[in-house]
């Protein structure tokens, strides 16, 4: 439905470099990469407002790359909504019907149904001003998606939203999509929003994408360090990989029979990532599920989102978080004070190995 | 800190009495007799309705052409533009009377744009075209500035917008940039069309006749003295005040709607 190939873009002194980004019909794409990392410059140059150095980009399986905006039949929605403040609801989402010449009735039709269909029916006659983040929001999810684009590209829609109306729209998304059946780009910094929408993930960071792929596959294997801090994984430890066996790190030995190919293009030297979930206090599986099993103290513990985190350390300096739910905090059945000792266990499934080099 | 308040309104009340003690002082000793003859007088009344008019002409004339300078200068990276901004602003610099030199020389009869226009018809030694010139040099800054700021605090991502949802960049502008830069434009027009329908020192090199008010003001004030030049001098202040007021009205009303 969209493909950006190999495009290079340069805004004063910003630059995008070789994008390549393959969003199919029916994909619900995510662009995740930190503030400031060209994200917006790319939906921007795929919607035409700035001009490609080199490359093409494809809409819809005809090259658009001389297209100008109008002619690219894509939806945009920002942050901050922009909505025309001199119009009310009602003109904000009827605006791009009237300019594809649709009667005054098919207006009136398409913009109720659509007013309807995302629950604003009663807001039509207000001015854009006067409305709440989630409203404004909506309005301009209406204003982009009456016109059936192709693409529709959402720029941090959620960003601007406080908590409650952040998750409620984010289940819209989701529902929107589901029953639409469009295609959407969506980029965003916020990893929730990303690993709770995407069919398909792309990591960006200084304007160059830096792996593609489903989110489970992403997560599971992160191409370097830098995707996996993106990810949010939460612990890397430096290690070298011990042959066939394994991996040796300042914990001892981790037993992870097959995991390194061993193969000789590949350095020793090598980051592990450690996803929380898979440092597991008090080990209660068979011993052949763990890379490793030892003694770790208590360093500290904060409260996050509901979760417990817990920041653990190895007499070796090692440092290790984990986070606990109020759930197994309860069955867990030991003191989780700071300097207390516990058994801890590294689940073999979550655990994967980057290269040091291109880290 | 106590006294920030008391001081900065002293301050700021010293500006305001700087402005409205001459007026009122002008007013307050006009013979009310004279000026209800002053009134009556018809070559008052033409020349108030010339330097309206043509001040009008100038400010539409401007509009023309300026809105569109003001949506370049606000919108695009262009190569001189602090040159062109410059150049934007130099009427309020120079002196209105070399101002009428200038425009003398150029559209004068020993110039080529001056003969070109001549053999359309158009002449501004001494007609009301050459009015409407004088009061479009120096005042322009006053309505391209203001459009400029206009656009300027208009959020571009919403031309961007219209654009996606299907607007020709001719549409995007007609339907989103201008009506919200509409009020920043009017309220520069109707300073442009002020500092028009006062100027005095670019008018009166490029047309001494026909006179406008602030002509037959310096006139009378030469002729006859300060007696027969302020009841002219105080109707056309009344009459601009009652206008701008008016307009004013409009364009802030056109804020809360």
């Keep these: ?359 | 800190m106590k006294n920030f308040k008391p001081v900065i309104w002293g301050l700021s009340t010293v500006v305001l009495l700087m402005v409205v003690i001459p007026l009122i002082r002008m007013v307050l000793a006009a013979d009310p007799g004279v000026l209800r003859a002053t009134v009556a007088d018809p070559e008052v009344i033409q020349s108030i309705f010339l330097t309206l008019r043509s001040a009008l002409w100038a400010t539409i004339f401007c509009a023309i052409f300026g809105i569109p300078l003001a949506y370049a200068l606000a919108r695009w990276e262009l190569p001189f533009k602090s040159v062109v901004q410059g150049i934007i602003d130099l009427p309020v610099m120079i002196p209105h009377t070399a101002a009428g030199i200038a425009l003398l020389m150029v559209y004068g009869q020993r110039f080529f744009m001056g003969k070109a226009f001549s053999s359309l018809g158009i002449s501004f030694v001494g007609t009301e075209a050459g009015i409407s010139l004088a009061m479009a040099f120096v005042s322009l800054p006053f309505l391209v500035n203001a459009a400029r700021d206009g656009f300027l605090s208009i959020d571009p991502r919403l031309e961007r917008v219209a654009r996606t949802l299907g607007a020709s960049p001719w549409k995007a502008f007609f339907k989103v940039s201008l009506p919200l830069a509409w009020r920043a434009i009017l309220s520069g027009g109707i300073m442009m069309w002020a500092r028009g329908i006062s100027e005095f020192g670019a008018v009166i090199v490029l047309a001494y006749h026909p006179m406008t008010a602030p002509v037959l003001i310096w006139e009378r004030f030469e002729a006859y003295g300060l007696k027969y030049a302020r009841p002219v001098a105080v109707f056309l202040i009344l009459l601009c005040l009652g206008i701008f007021a008016l307009l004013r009205g409009i364009a802030a009303r056109k804020r809360e709607a």
């Excluded at chain 1, 990392?37 to 399986?61: N, Q, W």
């Excluded at chain 1, 300019?99 to 009663?122: C, H, P, S, W, Y």
């Excluded at chain 1, 360093?299 to 606990?324: A, I, K, P, Y």
């Design chain 1, 1 to 359: 439905m969209l493909r950006v190939q190999e495009i290079s873009v340069t805004l004063g002194n910003f630059m995008l470099k070789n994008i390549t980004l393959h969003v199919k019909g029916g994909e619900y794409m995510v662009l995740l990469g930190p503030t400031g990392t060209g994200k917006t410059v790319l939906l921007e140059t795929i919607v035409g407002m700035h001009a490609v150095e080199s490359g093409k980009i494809f809409i819809h399986g005809k090259d658009a790359t001389r297209l100008p905006p109008e002619k690219r039949n894509l939806g945009v929605v920002y942050q901050d909504y922009a909505l025309f403040p001199h119009l009310t609801v009602r003109k904000n989402i009827a605006f791009g019907l009237r300019l594809r010449g649709n009667t005054r009735e098919e207006t009136t039709r398409k913009v109720e149904e659509m007013a309807d269909f995302l629950d604003i029916g009663q807001i039509l006659e207000r001015r854009t001003v006067n409305l709440s983040g989630g409203e404004g929001q909506r309005v301009a999810l209406a204003r982009a998606l009456v016109l059936k684009p192709y693409v529709l590209l959402l720029d941090e829609p959620l960003s601007a939203l406080d908590r409650t109306s952040r998750d409620r729209l984010r289940r819209e998304l989701k529902r929107i999509h589901k029953e639409m059946g469009i295609t959407i780009l969506h980029i965003t910094h916020d990893l929730t929003e990303a690993f709770f929408l995407a069919s398909h993930l792309a990591v960006m960071k200084d304007g160059r994408i830096l792996q593609q792929g489903s989110p489970g596959a992403v997560l599971r294997a992160p191409k370097n360090r830098t995707v996996a801090e993106l990810l949010g994984v939460e612990n890397l430890i430096k290690a070298e990989a011990a042959g066939e066996r394994g991996f040796l790190t300042s914990l001892g030995p981790l037993d992870m029979e097959g995991a390194f190919p061993g193969k000789p293009e590949y350095a020793a030297d090598v980051y592990l990532t450690i996803p929380g979930w898979c440092v597991e206090v008090v080990p209660q599986r068979e011993t052949k599920q763990y890379a490793w099993m030892g003694k770790m103290r208590v360093e500290g513990t904060n409260f996050l989102d509901g979760l417990m985190e817990l920041e653990l350390t190895h007499t070796g300096g090692e440092r290790l978080r984990t986070s606990l739910s109020r759930r197994e905090i309860s069955l867990l059945d030991i003191p989780l004070e700071i300097g207390a000792q516990l058994p801890v266990g590294l689940l073999k499934e979550g655990i994967y190995w980057v290269p040091r080099f291109n880290s």
